[in-house]
């Protein structure tokens, strides 16, 4: 049971990584500066990565914590300093948002600030999304039984994707392309959420070993 719930925490890491690659390479692209569709591109992406993280893969990391909660003293020890981690990404979206307003309005400055916030924020999720895979799944996996695994992945099913709008994750098309009453998916990366997933076509996923022997979560099909 446990590689299952393994599997949605890193396929879900490996949505995340690969959206803000595609937003990092649209910000070195630098066509955003004059704002218009590149700009867009970059606040949707942007949008989309705090949708994701904070609405769908956060509670499943809170649901392994709450289950550890008094058997790792390590973990317990940490909570402090993960609250402190999730204030500082929060606050750094939330700038980035304000900023991406700035450059739309052209204020001088706010295309370097911009820039700097979103480097920032990718360094932040990275380092956070590396403590997940170095300390708390082995924890998860050292301590917890599989009752509490199966637990785990009841939880895990509660947790819905959300029905929003559908996001491209190629470099940055002409214009910015968002249909508000569509499934969220990732067209050119076969990961659809709404309640499927495939990640067949994930290119930081395809061929990882550790889920070639698990069925993939919701229904999707394997890689």
Do not use: I, N
Not at 35 to 58: I, K, M, T, V
Not at 98 to 104: D, I, K, W, Y
Not at 205 to 210: E, L, S, T
């Amino acid at each position: 049971m446990h590689r299952t719930a393994f599997a949605v925490l890193r396929t879900e890491h490996s949505v995340m990584r690969q959206t803000f690659a595609t937003l990092m390479a649209v910000l070195r692209a630098g066509e955003w500066r004059s704002g218009g569709p590149a700009l867009d591109r970059l606040s949707e992406l942007l949008e989309f990565e705090e949708l994701f993280s904070q609405l769908c893969h956060r509670p499943k990391c809170d649901a392994v914590l709450d289950r550890l909660r008094g058997r790792s003293a390590r973990l317990d020890g940490m909570r402090t300093a993960l609250d402190a981690t999730r204030s500082d990404e929060a606050h750094l979206r939330l700038h980035a948002m304000g900023l991406v307003a700035a450059v739309q309005r052209q204020e001088p400055g706010s295309d370097k600030f911009l820039a700097a916030v979103l480097q920032s924020l990718h360094l932040r999720l990275l380092e956070q999304m590396e403590w997940e895979d170095t300390v708390l799944l082995p924890e998860a996996r050292r301590l917890l039984d599989g009752h509490a695994w199966s637990r785990l992945a009841v939880q895990f099913e509660s947790v819905p994707y959300p029905a929003a709008a559908v996001y491209q994750l190629d470099a940055c098309p002409p214009a910015a392309r968002r249909w508000p009453e569509s499934p969220a998916r990732f067209e050119d990366s076969g990961f659809m959420l709404d309640g499927q997933l495939g990640f067949d076509r994930v290119p930081r996923f395809k061929g990882d070993g550790a889920f070639a022997d698990s069925q993939a979560p919701h229904g999707g099909t394997r890689a």
